[in-house]
């Protein structure tokens, strides 16, 4: 599933894409993705005749924005925006076509079809599903180290599913939660409320990293992809721990750990995010032994003669 990276690269690309278009009409093919409004031809009647203007992000959803419309659009799990001319032939899974009046269009394919698109007057999406309980957005001014205390500090739920949570923060999914928790040095399972101040800064400014680099690895990529492919979906960036389980951690050696928290899948080192004290019982030989400990050549040498998990006795 694309997160914040993935959907504002989508966002950076469609803009030099249909910015200043004028929608002539718009085709739907598989009524279900339209959530809003109910009625599909009410959908293609509203869009005809509006001009393109920009396209906005909230979270991991796209708005694209038109003189006197908004449409708020979630790619979900295989979405994909394409520009073609009217003239190519239309591929499998296309569901939606907006047919401009330069006579290119946007398509919307989408294979698992989890998609949707709600339409809405310009400011009025703000304050309805799907965008209205939306949390901080991390990439923007208003997501101060204060803010995101605010948001999590509290909480008594693990760590992971409370950053996945999109009512406290936005834009984050499965793949950057544990880059930015690798990063932090946090494991996955500590109660949210448990976390020191300084892990919480830490955790703050992994975040930050993590999206940062990875939106400017999906800028720098993007224009290649299009050309080659005619359209723009999610793009894979180098990632620290996600998807590492068995080889080396990058940091200290030992083997990446893969696990399952709040249903999904996880990875974690288990040297450099060592689980909180009073989770030792869960966690046998774990606790406290490596907590704030840099890991030393000791470590590498363990990770290389003895298969283990990664537990330091
Ligand atoms: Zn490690």
Known sequence: ?????????????????????????????????????????????????????????????????????????????EGRYGLYNSNEPVEKHTHVIFHFTDGTELRYK????????????????????????LGLEPLEEGFTMEAFRKAI?????????ALLNQEYVVGLGNIYVDEALFRAGIHPERPANTLSDTELESLYEAILATLT???????????????????????????????RQGESCLNCG???????????????????QPPDRSMGLSNPGLGGLNSGKKPGKKARSASIHGKGNGVRT
């Open 110 to 133: 989408d294979v698992r079809q989890f998609g949707t698109m709600h339409l809405f007057l310009p400011g009025e999406e703000f304050n309805h599903k799907p965008l209205v309980k």
């Open 153 to 161: 500090a509290k909480r008594t739920t693990k760590i992971k599913p």
């Open 254 to 272: 030992q083997p990446v750990e893969k696990t399952v928290v709040g249903g999904r899948g996880t990875h974690y080192c288990p040297n450099c």
């Open 1 to 77: 599933m694309p997160e914040l990276p993935e959907v504002e690269t989508v966002r950076r690309t469609l803009t030099g894409l249909i910015v200043g278009k004028t929608i002539q009409s718009v085709t739907v093919s598989l009524p279900r993705i339209i959530q809003r409004p109910d009625d599909i031809r009410r959908f293609e009647m509203e869009l005809t005749g509006h001009r393109i203007i920009e396209v906005g992000r909230r979270g991991k959803f796209l708005r694209i924005i038109m003189d006197g419309l908004v449409l708020v659009s979630h790619l979900r799990m």
């Open 213 to 243: 680099e990875a939106v400017e690895a999906g800028g720098s990529s993007i224009k290649s992809y299009v050309n080659g492919q005619g359209e723009m979906g999610m793009f894979q960036h180098s990632l620290r721990i996600y998807g």
